[in-house]
């Protein structure tokens, strides 16, 4: 399995931007799709983007079509994700995620996460 490190949380006002990126270790990371998971105090946690193994596919919930924008440096093992336009909805707990295979959106289909980075949009 592949271990993911995420970072690039905090706070920002509504309206604002952040970019969260995710670290990956091994030298496969290239094989494995990518995923942004995000969760709310009380809520399950939800599928925000996800993206193919070269980058080709991308794949956003509605909530944040637009807005977001998922990418990832093989060379670097590393997937971002770019959030603008940021609404006190979106504050959450953000987790990257890695599976291999097809793409999916479902957590329950991702076998690798991080440990989280919190994400609070204040009005």
């Known amino acids: 399995q592949v271990q993911l490190v995420e970072s690039g949380g905090g706070l920002v006002q509504a309206g604002g931007s952040l970019r969260l990126p995710c670290a990956a270790s091994g030298r496969t990371f290239s094989s494995y799709v990518m995923g942004w998971f995000r969760q709310a105090p009380g809520k399950e946690r939800e599928f925000v983007a996800a993206i193919s193994w070269n980058g080709g596919s991308t794949y956003y919930a509605d909530s944040v079509k637009g807005r977001f924008t998922i990418s990832r440096d093989n060379a670097k093992n590393t997937v971002y994700l770019q959030m603008n336009s940021l609404k006190p909805e979106d504050t959450a707990v953000y987790y990257c995620?890695?599976?291999?295979?097809?793409?999916?959106?479902?957590?329950?289909?991702?076998?690798?996460w991080g440990q989280g980075t919190q994400v609070t949009v204040s009005s």
């Open positions: 995620a890695a599976k291999l295979g097809v793409v999916r959106t479902t957590s329950a289909d991702f076998n690798s």
